[in-house]
């Protein structure tokens, strides 16, 4: 379970674990980097779909964390297209098993982002790997993750969709 009361992040399938409730934030304060933690390399990955008309790059190749620390990386997204358009972000965690570790506690993933033709944002992922991750022994030798997202729309504003 995690170090931080209240605060349940296993989902048992490998999936990071995000939360936005005010009591767990407040119990974030008493979250602390592992004493015996090693740094742990997390590695950024931003793709879209194959018709999604934005470019989507990580703003920093990788950050390296303790186990127990909060990181704060960011993702710039622009609109390519000529048309607003709304898309979402899926993620997923590698290897699975340390993805039952990883924490998102802000996440442009958690909502739709709009974005208007040629509009360009920076959008911020704030997380944690829980201080557990040191004691799970088939993480014993992995000090790389890849946290990895993809963009996909989730309209077009097809003005023809007026006309049906």
């Not at 995000?18 to 793709?47: C, M, S, Y």
């Not at 390519?80 to 570790?101: C, I, L, W």
């Not at 944690?128 to 790389?144: G, K, M, Q, R, S």
Request: a negative charge; charged letters at 25%.
């Amino acid at each position: 379970m995690s170090n931080v009361p209240g605060l349940s992040r296993k989902d048992n399938r490998g999936h990071a674990n995000t939360w936005t409730d005010e009591e767990a934030a407040q119990r974030l304060a008493q979250l602390k980097p592992h004493p015996n933690g090693r740094l742990i390399r997390v590695r950024f990955d931003a793709t879209v779909g194959d018709v999604m008309p934005w470019s989507f790059t990580p703003t920093q190749r990788d950050v390296r964390v303790v186990p127990g620390e909060t990181s704060l990386a960011f993702f710039t997204a622009k609109n390519n297209s000529d048309e607003p358009m709304t898309g979402v972000a899926t993620y997923n965690v590698f290897p699975a098993q340390a993805g039952v570790y990883f924490n998102k506690i802000q996440c442009f993933c958690f909502e739709e982002q709009r974005l208007l033709p040629g509009e360009e944002v920076d959008m911020p992922v704030f997380f944690f790997i829980d201080p557990e991750y040191v004691d799970d022994a088939a993480l014993a030798n992995c000090n790389n993750v890849v946290l990895s997202y993809t963009f996909f729309p989730t309209d077009w504003d097809d003005d023809d969709d007026d006309d049906e």
